[in-house]
């Protein structure tokens, strides 16, 4: 790409990592689902692992107090950081997490590399993998004394908050519909800055990363995943109400589409679309023709 194009659409990068990410994707969700599934799965049961170690460290700095007060809210920073690590370790061990997938998802369909109905498989492959390696960490959770006690309390009351929201009516749920869209923007924040090609060492991008879910888990935003394995958790654990459950869970996909798949993946699949440019300014189309071919 000549000098001038890389100036002004410095994107590229990042939507050709991206692309070649989603074709990728679309061949091994289409004819070796089995191992896609696998590789989704293990997405879930790293994020079942670290989130209950969020609670646990939560209700362990809760336990300790001095003075009548508590370390509660450094039990709630510990537990964002510890839970930063599930994207870390989703990403260098190249399981699939649907979140992060939507962004790619709707970047292959804004340059017409997927379409609609492979799109939806894709994510719907993704999420059911993602689901089911929630369950692989519930089953075992509930037939042993790991979140015992106040892990479990914690755990309990987070249940008790984010089904809380539908029983606010349209306010309630515009409040986890919102927190969802500005979840899984941080989500593909973090995931721009890993793709785009300027970050090359991995330690900056595992603080990216880290950082991002921090954000997110701090500030209470709401992920669809995450709400799902711990719906699943407890529900095997102390049982749940699955229609006020189903409903957190549909309204975060919604959000957290429309934070990740659009205000991150159309958004910047527009400002790095150089086609309108290079229509109106044919000599730099004509120069970038003859840099391809050689000549």
């Known amino acids: 790409m000549s000098k001038t194009l890389n100036q002004l659409f410095p994107g590229t990068f990042f939507i050709s990592t991206v692309l070649d990410a989603l074709d990728a994707k679309t061949r091994m969700s289409g004819e070796v689902l089995r191992k896609y599934l696998m590789r989704a799965c293990m997405a879930g049961i790293l994020i079942g692992i670290l989130y209950a170690t969020n609670y646990a460290l939560v209700a362990a700095f809760d336990a300790v107090g001095f003075g009548g007060t508590t370390l509660a809210p450094i039990g709630q920073i510990a537990g964002a950081l510890s839970f930063g690590g599930a994207l870390v370790f989703i990403y260098f061990t190249k399981s699939e997490l649907l979140t992060s997938n939507m962004m790619i998802v709707s970047i292959g369909m804004y340059y017409r590399r997927i379409r609609l109905t492979q799109g939806a498989q894709l994510l719907f492959h993704c999420y059911l993998g993602n689901l089911l390696g929630g369950l692989a960490v519930a089953i075992p959770l509930r037939f042993s004394t790991v979140i015992d006690g106040a892990p479990l309390e914690q755990m309990l009351h987070s249940v008790e908050v984010k ?46 990363m880290i950082l991002a879910v921090f954000i997110f888990v701090f500030l209470g935003f709401e992920h669809s995943v995450a709400n799902t394995i711990l719906f699943t958790i407890v529900g095997l654990k102390e049982g749940i109400d699955i229609g006020l459950a189903t409903g957190n869970v549909a309204i975060a996909l919604a959000g957290n589409f429309v934070g990740g798949g659009i205000l991150i993946g159309v958004y910047y699949a527009y400002v790095n679309d150089a086609s309108e440019y290079l229509r109106t300014h044919p000599e730099v189309a004509a120069a970038e023709d003859q840099g391809r071919t050689g000549q």
């Open 163 to 208: 089904l809380g929201y539908l029983g606010g009516g349209l306010a309630g749920m515009g409040d986890l519909f919102w927190r969802a869209v500005l979840c899984n923007f941080m989500i593909n924040v973090a995931m721009l800055l890993v793709f785009n090609g300027f970050v090359k060492d991995d330690l900056t991008k595992a603080l990216a």
